[in-house]
């Protein structure tokens, strides 16, 4: 398991919307926080969005010691500044505010402590101007909901130090985040840009009775929405050029926009507007709360980022790097000659993933057997069958096996698998898996198998060669001992 960047706390100041993102990501990430809310009930309110959060960052991959209680509320900025090691502002967009807050952070927080404003497009340069130590104050702009988007734009001011920026950026990293470096300190940064150019033609649209908020909506979500999870704009559209990309799409379509179709004024924010975004916002939410619709946002975002894994396109690249940091396999483990043969082994451990569970939730068919077989290859990796091995044309193929199922588990739970040698011979295996739940101990399932040993070049069954078959005898000799399983069924020769 990967080292932390820091040791912790992780410090919050203001936890609205964003405060509370920021914390509920830091505590899957196994960090404690620290965090200050002047407003009454503040407390609670972070607490309970953090625990709705927690579905979310469960699916996404708990750290070890992520704890959703192992938040302290203290009483002033001042104190979280003095108790936190990395400090994110995240108080109302009001530079006098925000500038009176960091000012009161920065007096008390030892000179190598960072301090990171979450604003929206306030310029660093503006928010340092009175630090005492205007080089660690950086601007890591987060997008909503911070415990699941990885986007995190870092911009420094004129008196941040290039280390402070580096040194944020390898924090958000190790919160599984994706920093974007914004190079220019430009008002609205980059990400805020884009959208409000969008938000600002939808509103056009509505105004002039064009259309409505749901049917924008849907001019986004059914095409070009799929698109930007995957390749954002620019290389879609390369895409869209055919064989001369780019070039041949701003010569097809770059005319149209010296017409232009959209418009770079925003239209006046007039009552008969508001009134149309807020009742067409009202019929698309058909009758559901906010809290209804960010639990149904956060599955939905947690699958598209899921179904992008495999292609480690765009935030699968998050995914797959975070499910290689977050949960522990148990680093692979080879016999040494001489040591003790643990019976059962416990050579395999893993968390139940979005992808091994059906619409219930509950771990499917056929990830029982994917899990398997990674306690399977757990096992031969500790025998000596590896890649070189298998790329020497021998390997263990499976031939029978034999589920029983004990309990269900999700998305999310920990798993630890045992595993015990029932018997083998010169070509065959058998052996008696056992699926735990890490945490409670309880038995989830069991797998009997017997697998035989082949020379994948000749297409047949072979005889294990020398080294493993020399470390199965010692399995063998400790196993042997052991009483057979109640739920075992199958034998064979020689057992
Ligand atoms: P919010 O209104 O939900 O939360 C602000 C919190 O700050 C409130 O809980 C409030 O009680 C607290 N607060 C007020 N005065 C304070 C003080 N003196 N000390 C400490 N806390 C104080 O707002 P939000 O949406 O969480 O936005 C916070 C910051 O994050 C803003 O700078 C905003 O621009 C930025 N931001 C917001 C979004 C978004 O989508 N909402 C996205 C990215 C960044």
Redesign the pocket.
Known sequence: MEQRVFDGPFGV???????SGWAARALGRGYDVVA????PG?GE?MASAVERAWPALRKLGLYPDADPTAIRFVDS?EAVGANAAFVQE????NLE??R??LGQIDAAAPPTTLIA??????LPSELQRDLQHPGRLVVG????PVYILPLVETVGGQATSQESLETAEAVYRDLDMFPLRVRNEIDGFLSDRLQEAMWREILHLVADGVATTGELDDAIVYGPGLRWALMGTNLTYHLAGGEQGMRHMLEQFGPALEWPWTKLVAPPLTDELIDRMVDGTQDQAAGRSITELEALRDDALVAIMYALRESRLSSGRIINSREGRSVDHGAPVRWESGAVVECPLALYRARVIPDWVDYNNHMTESAYLLAFGWASDALFRYIGIDETYRSNGHSFYTVESHLVYHQEVSTGEPLQFTTQLLGHDHKRLHIFHSMFHAESGELLCTNEQILIHVDMKLGKSSPTLGGPKSVLDEIRSSHGQALRPDRAVMTITHE
Do not use: C, M, W
């Open positions: 100041v203001g936890g609205g919307v964003i405060g200050f809310d002047p407003a503040a309110r900025p995240a108080v109302p967009e505010l925000k009176r807050i404003s979450s604003t929206s497009g306030l702009h987060p997008f909503n």
